[in-house]
């Protein structure tokens, strides 16, 4: 294998691959829906603290359902984290490795006293778990993306399409959701003290030096020693399990979509009105694009 | 419109004048991201979304130097931070996936045998077989060096980081490459070795 040859190679590849794109009507729909989260920004600030209650709730929530106790420890090494941009960004949630993609809107109906959780919605004999955000009213919004174990086939059903993908929706769904809102003051538990870089890198784990910095003894030993742990705001705190039983919330007449991005399934289920779910899934991007 | 004029527009807030690069750019940049994530729905995905926050951050670019270099450097670190949470290993004959069914009609240059054209399809499965199976971030140093043409120093610019660093990650990747490639080692002792 010579350079022209893979220089040559990778050229084809590309253009044969990609031989023309559109993005500009994509695009516009992203700056429409910029400018609602700019009208929204100051709502989304106040529901800042709220947020933060959601994040930690994640740990809680996975913690206390037995047939998830397994991916619990994954869900927690795959350092979650907030983020609180400055005034008029808006916050973003990132579960760096856990979700690929991540919503750029929820409605203001859902902001507005956010309660919000992340923790596992049983449907059939399976959990899944996600993203979820609800709030004191009632209205409730989950997002799970996993990655597909069969060819990526969409159930029957209505067809629509989110980002210009072929999407399936579903209406009159029912199903048991376990995970109530919870406080942080109720969860979070003792900050917790790493080696130099250890936190740094678990952050920021995609950055230069990051992946020897997490190999070096004294990281791997704090990480095994911590047990249960969460990262907010750039610190790290243990995680109190084992403090809340598993209330169900029986759920009718909500709306799931479902969709593909590569090979992963992205699904949303709500009970707010079909309007903004579809919004909801059209403003998920990559996750990467929110940092 | 000049682009020029367009970021300048941009750096005053006229979003309808994103239009320029997005036209201009979109392509090369979707074929960029498309080499470092393998699944062209996601790159599209990252660009539109890099082209948003360069209107976001179109303040803070030089109108005196091309849009595109700037650019670029959004849509390889995005990239690579997608690559990176996807976690995806493209199938090559995924049903969806263009590139299965693609590979094979590469390199079909009419002056070569039948023969030279079945090795050299094998040999650029094998190229994209091996991209596929390095990190994202060598992934994105290969794409940068041999699909984008860029030097060291201009890599480590980009990553603003020490050219030692570029070099350093460079180096992996080549050896993780030519390991990869190994059965396809030149035997022309005129071929060029992979620097």
Same mark, same amino acid.
């Given at each position: ?18 031989? $023309? ?62 983020? %609180? ?16 993609? @991540? ?62 993908? @072929? ?25 917790? /003290? ?28 704090? !990480? ?33 979509? !479902? ?6 399934? &992205? ?25 | ?5 367009? %970021? ?94 693609? &590979? ?82 030149? /035997? ?6 992979? $620097?």
């Amino acid at each position: 294998m010579n350079q022209a040859q893979i220089e040559q190679g990778l050229r084809e590849i590309a253009e044969q691959a990609v031989p $023309e794109v559109d993005l500009l009507s994509a695009i516009h729909v992203g700056l429409t829906a910029d400018a609602k989260e700019h009208r929204g920004a100051a709502v989304r600030k106040r529901a800042a603290r709220s947020a933060v209650t959601a994040l930690v709730t994640t740990v809680a929530v996975v913690a206390m359902v037995p047939s998830l106790r397994a991916k619990a420890g994954a869900l927690l090494r795959g350092w979650v984290q907030m983020h %609180i941009p400055g005034p008029g960004v808006g916050v973003a949630m990132s579960m760096r490795t856990d979700l690929a993609l @991540q919503p750029t809107y929820l409605p203001d109906a859902l902001l507005s006293g956010l309660v919000s959780v992340a923790g596992s919605v049983t449907v059939g004999a399976q959990d899944h778990m996600g993203l979820f955000f609800g709030n004191a009213q009632g209205h409730w919004l989950w997002i799970t993306q996993e990655s597909a174990q069969g060819t990526g086939v969409l159930p029957e059903g209505q067809h629509v399409r989110v980002r210009g993908r @072929q999407a399936v929706l579903l209406n009159d769904q029912s199903g048991v959701l376990l995970g109530p809102p919870r406080r942080l003051d109720e969860t979070i538990g003792e900050e917790l /003290t790493l080696p130099p870089g250890c936190l740094e890198a678990m952050i920021e784990n995609d950055r230069p030096g990051s992946e020897s910095a997490l190999l070096k003894p004294d990281c791997q030993k704090a !990480i095994e020693e911590a047990g249960e742990f969460t990262i907010v705001n750039g610190k790290a705190f243990t995680v109190r399990s084992g403090q809340f039983g598993p209330p169900e919330m029986h759920y009718a007449n909500a709306t799931r979509l !479902i969709w593909y991005v590569g090979t992963t399934r &992205i699904e949303v289920l709500s009970n707010l009105p079909l309007g903004e779910v579809l919004r909801v899934a059209e403003s998920m991007v990559p996750t990467a694009s929110l940092e | 419109m000049e682009e020029r004029e367009a %970021i300048a527009r941009l750096q005053k807030g006229d979003i309808s004048a994103l239009d320029v690069p997005v036209r201009e750019y979109q392509v090369q940049a979707v074929r960029l991201a498309y080499l470092i994530i393998g699944d062209r729905h996601l790159a599209e995905d990252v660009v539109q979304a890099a082209f948003l926050r360069a209107f976001e951050r179109s303040r803070q670019f030089d109108t005196e130097r091309p849009f595109w270099p700037w650019f670029r450097r959004i849509v390889v670190n995005d990239a690579v931070k997608a690559a990176t949470r996807s976690r995806q290993h493209i199938p090559l004959r995924s049903e969806s996936d263009e590139v299965g069914s693609l &590979i094979p009609q590469l390199c079909t240059d009419p002056d070569t045998s039948p023969e030279e054209t079945a090795g050299a399809a094998e040999l650029r499965q094998a190229v994209w077989t091996a991209l596929q199976q390095l990190s994202p971030a060598q992934r994105a140093v290969v794409v940068q060096r041999y699909y984008l043409g860029m030097s060291e120093a201009e890599m480590a610019d980009l990553r603003e980081c020490a050219p030692g660093t570029v070099k350093a990650l460079l180096h992996s990747a080549r050896q993780r490459l030519r390991t990869l490639l190994g059965r396809f080692s030149p /035997t022309n002792p005129a071929a060029k070795r992979l $620097e």
